[in-house]
């Protein structure tokens, strides 16, 4: 019987595109939970233009190039000015349909098993689209990847901080009608959009009703905004989870806090690196905060504006922070634990490591 020849496979002499491809296959067969995505921010520039032609709305971009050109933010604020333009075309349930089901599908090409996604009414709301339009499109496009692409997924109703806290009661209101017909699906409420001068106790008393209401609740703290932000988020929003959360380290007792307590921090390191939040990947602190206990995920924000999905921010965390395969896991499963699913759940996703 002929033997097999022993390839022996010296890592050290490895072209770096192999050594990155042997990476990103590994890092995309972990079973990982995208826990921080806004589903507008998914909308990629292709379909963007062909909901636009379809809804026969004027863009001011030339092509699809030229739209993809003016993705070039100095800080926050200057990408949602065009985030909140983009999700202007956004008019029927057949395109909050396509926008969910293309992003699923793009999610599980990733080997991601589970996704929260935050979607912002107020946006669509204020341009007279009915509430129940953006549900429905969501919605079905969520049911059919479960049956189809076996990708569970959340919603996360997510208020507009640079908005009232009435404007925020009135969405609320709005929305608690359809929670009959999809409270399977939405399940929590989140906080987002421009941090700097709208810091958590805005929304106190919001906060306060939907935890009423049996909502988890989940707020974006300590990406622009300082420390205290993170603070007052979790003391006076009560939530269980914060967006972003990078700025935490600015303040060391909250840093114990988070250790001790385990509370999830759903880091973006495209969106950090994309909006000025880092100059540059190796000055990102996720790999520091992994390492000293912090319950870190990673998670690709607005994916379609920040140049990548979930697996291109494991890779760019992995090459720029010399993370190990070991702690790569550990981020995974870190995924899966800090998810809103049941311990049932999430015990079956965690059996698959
Ligand atoms: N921060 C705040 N609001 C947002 C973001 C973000 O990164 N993405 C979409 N809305
Ligand atoms: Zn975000």
Redesign the pocket.
């Known amino acids: 019987m002929n033997k097999p020849i022993q390839k022996h496979i010296d890592t050290t002499t490895m072209k770096d595109k192999d050594k990155n491809d042997d990476l990103r296959a590994f890092v995309l067969s972990l079973p990982k939970a995208e826990l ?1 995505l ?1 589903i ?2 998914s909308l990629e520039p292709e379909l963007l233009f062909e909901l636009a032609q379809r809804n026969d709305i004027a863009l001011p971009y030339v092509s699809v190039d030229a739209l993809r050109a003016a993705y070039a933010f100095d800080d ?1 604020q200057s ?2 000015d065009l ?1 909140y333009a983009g999700a202007g075309v956004l008019i029927t349930e057949r395109d909050f349909y396509d926008m969910t089901i293309a992003y699923l599908r793009r999610a599980q090409a990733d080997g991601v098993v589970h996704a929260e996604i ?1 979607f ?1 009414p107020q946006t669509h709301t204020a341009r007279g689209i009915a509430m129940a339009t953006v549900f429905a499109g969501m919605a079905r496009a969520m049911r059919e990847a479960q049956a189809s692409l076996n990708i569970s997924s959340y919603l996360i109703l ?1 208020f ?2 640079h908005l009232s806290e009435e404007s925020a009661f009135t969405t609320l209101e709005a929305a608690l009608p359809l929670r009959e017909q999809y409270g399977d699906l939405w399940i929590a409420i989140g906080l ?4 700097r001068g709208n810091p958590p106790e805005k929304f106190t008393r919001v906060f306060a009703l939907c935890k009423e209401l049996g909502f988890r609740l989940v707020a ?1 703290a300590g ?2 905004g300082p420390a205290s932000y993170v603070r007052n988020a979790l003391d006076l929003l009560q939530v269980e989870r914060i ?2 959360g990078v700025r935490s380290e600015e303040d060391p007792a909250l840093m114990q806090r988070l250790i001790t307590d385990q509370i999830p921090l759903t880091v ?1 390191p495209l ?1 950090n690196l994309k ?1 000025g939040v880092v100059r540059n990947m190796a000055e990102h602190n996720l790999a520091r905060m992994l390492r000293s206990g912090v319950m870190i995920t990673i998670n690709s ?2 994916p379609a ?1 920040f140049g990548g999905y979930v697996a291109d921010n494991y890779m760019v965390s992995a090459i720029g922070l010399g993370l190990n395969r070991d702690e790569l896991i550990i981020l995974a499963k870190n995924s899966i634990k800090a998810s809103l699913l049941d311990d049932a759940q999430k015990n079956k996703y965690l059996a698959q490591f």
Do not use: I, N, Q, V
């Not at 987002?192 to 941090?195: C, I, L, M």
């Open positions: 921080h806004h507008e921010g926050l990408f949602l985030y935050m912002d997510s507009l901080r987002d959009s421009a941090e974006h990406e622009e967006d972003h973006c969106s909006l924000d607005d504006y």
